[in-house]
């Protein structure tokens, strides 16, 4: 694959104009570098009358690092890929793709930046009616679609075969389940954290259930999933909600998407007990967040369990007894790995914004030791934490 980075305005501009017809040839055009994430450069290029779009392209490294961490190009192949099928069966979760290029390793796509990023709206205490049951729906929709009670066998073998992304999968093979299980180089540990995370490295049974964890991440092609929903990856508006970023996409564990996502939550919730602000405001939030996180359980399973009854090609497999077996066990694991997510964030290397902006260290600290106590409980209960209001009560009963 020959790789020529955009060097200058000029060049971006120019791609732009031979690639999309979203421009009149005569406008004056502004390109702004507004990439955010770890990996990729992402341009918004603009005109004067309110038109813009968006150009993501994927250098043959992770961007913050540079050449030192080289990362395969791929991963802007499986991005549009996913961004394709996830317009086919849940078109208003995400960004329109104007146009591929695999040389250029260049999406363009439609400009959403009238939405604002779900993990700040999070951290400013925005409650959003509409989230649960649009973040429900998407995940219901996705997951059923794209596993093989819809899809036909071979179909399904040939999406696992395409939707291949092994180098993306080794990150977060290390990043989750390795390096905040051991005391290793890459992780980030508040000093005063380091009886807690030398708990975590030291606790046999929690390490066994993280293994069994991750032997199902690494083996189990239920469905194609994001790979990489937390809160940064979502944009929201009061009525309106978008997914972005699946680079990270395969064929894997259903509950590894969900996990991601309610812990993403849990997070901003132990954050809460500490950020600024007004202390009943911050505990009226917490209530929010966990009453949000039963509602996305509530809408994705009763959606799921309805597609399951209505659209799986093997008759046997929408037998009652079977539906309810099934979501007990996407539960069970979203628990798992929403612990897991938890746990990385906490003391592995990526840290989230909801927990780093508190700045007196002993008050982040307590946050921390917060959220590593839920990831425990979820990672060692999550099979006799049966219900959303078992949860809810369980993370209620830590807090006192
Ligand atoms: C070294 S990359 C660390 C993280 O950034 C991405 O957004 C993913 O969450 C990945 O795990
Ligand atoms: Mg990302």
Redesign the pocket.
């Known amino acids: 694959m020959s790789f020529v980075k955009f060097n200058d305005d000029n060049q971006i501009i120019n791609f732009v104009r031979d690639h999309s017809d979203l421009f009149s040839c005569h406008s004056e055009l502004a390109v702004e570098e507004i990439s955010d994430?770890?990996?990729n450069y992402v341009y918004r290029v603009s005109d004067a009358s309110g038109n813009s779009l968006i150009v993501k392209q994927a250098p043959p490294y992770?961007r913050i690092i540079g050449d030192d961490w080289p990362l395969t190009q791929d991963r802007i192949r499986i991005e549009q890929q996913s961004l394709q099928l996830t317009a086919q069966h849940c078109p208003q979760v995400v960004p329109e793709v104007y146009h591929y290029d695999s040389e250029h390793c260049v999406i363009l796509m439609q400009d959403i930046g009238d939405h604002d990023n779900l993990r700040q709206l999070l951290i400013d205490r925005t409650e959003l009616p509409l989230l649960a049951q649009q973040l429900g729906n998407y995940l219901a929709q996705m997951m059923f679609r794209s596993s093989s009670m819809a899809m036909e066998s071979t179909a399904h073998k040939a999406l696992v075969k395409t939707s291949q992304n092994p180098e993306l999968c080794k990150?977060?093979e290390e990043?989750y389940f390795w390096d905040p299980f051991c005391d290793h180089e890459r992780n980030d540990v508040n000093p005063l954290l380091k009886d807690e995370a030398q708990s975590v490295w030291n606790n046999s049974e929690l390490k066994c259930e993280v293994a069994k964890l991750k032997r199902r991440f690494m083996s189990d092609t239920e469905a194609m999933i994001h790979g990489?929903l937390?809160s940064g990856s979502v944009f929201a508006t009061t009525d309106s909600c978008k997914i972005i970023d699946p680079e990270?996409s395969f064929c894997g564990p259903i509950g590894f998407d969900i996990g991601v996502l309610f812990a993403n939550f849990l997070l901003n919730y132990a954050g809460q007990q500490n950020l600024p602000g007004d202390r009943c405001e911050r505990m009226t939030y917490q209530g929010w967040l966990l009453q949000t996180l039963s509602d996305i359980w509530q809408q994705f399973s009763t959606h799921f369990a309805s597609l399951m009854q209505t659209e799986t090609l093997d008759p046997s497999l929408s037998e009652p007894g079977y539906q309810q077996w099934y979501l007990q066990q996407i539960w069970q694991d979203s628990l798992g790995y929403a612990g897991v997510e938890m746990t990385r964030r906490t003391i592995g290397?990526?840290h989230v914004a909801d927990i780093m902006n508190i700045e007196d260290p002993e008050l982040r600290a307590d946050s921390e030791r917060l959220s590593l106590q839920i990831a425990n409980m979820l990672i060692l209960q999550r099979n006799t934490l049966s219900t959303p209001k078992q949860l809810d009560d369980a993370i209620n009963q830590l807090r006192t």
């Open positions: 994430g770890n990996l992770i990150i977060s990043v990489d937390h990270f290397i990526a």
